[in-house]
């Protein structure tokens, strides 16, 4: 897969990523809207604890995916690896969709603007851009799929407690 990847010629590289990115954005927000939105929202008002969440997160994750494609051959691969396979292949698209997204939002918002649909193609063109290289990739993915699985925790167990769940809790920058 890896040697077909860099087969292709860096501008065809960049198409695709770009295309790919933009079409499964574009599913992930329609299915997803409003968790995504309020993902997008959490990750860019407070990036580093999105991060600091997600990367383990995002390793465990990649972690069991990949375990579970080595084991799918193996006499117990159908009844784990399948599930695991299953697991990466559902929540590493929706959080690398989050991810590109804040990112494409937060470079908008240097130029003016703050609207979600730019900060899906700008997501998307960053990922279009990373496919010039592949170290460049990987740390956009990663990057990315951080951000995104960290604001996707953290707005999944936002409603968990007794604070506001718009209040920032860690750290508290700006209270006095």
Not at 111 to 121: H, M, N, P, Q, S
């Amino acid at each position: 897969m890896l040697a077909a990847y860099r087969s292709l010629e860096p501008l065809v590289r960049v198409g695709v990523q770009f295309a790919v990115a933009v079409l499964v954005t574009m599913n992930v927000f329609g299915l997803l809207h409003s968790y995504a939105s309020n993902a997008v929202t959490k990750s860019r008002r407070s990036p580093v604890i999105s991060v600091g969440i997600g990367l383990p997160s995002l390793l465990v994750v990649v972690g069991l995916t990949g375990t579970g494609y080595l084991i799918v051959d193996t006499s117990i691969g159908v009844f784990f690896g399948i599930p695991l396979v299953i697991l990466g292949a559902t929540v590493i698209p929706v959080v690398l969709a989050i991810g590109l997204t804040a990112i494409g939002c937060t470079l908008a918002a240097r130029f003016g603007t703050d609207r979600l649909w730019v900060g899906i193609v700008g997501g998307a063109l960053v990922s279009g851009l990373a496919g010039l290289a592949l170290p460049a990739t990987v740390a956009v993915a990663t990057l990315a799929g951080a951000l995104g699985l960290g604001a996707g925790i953290r707005v999944l167990f936002s409603g968990v407690g007794t604070a506001r769940p718009d209040e920032r809790t860690v750290p508290p920058a700006n209270k006095i």
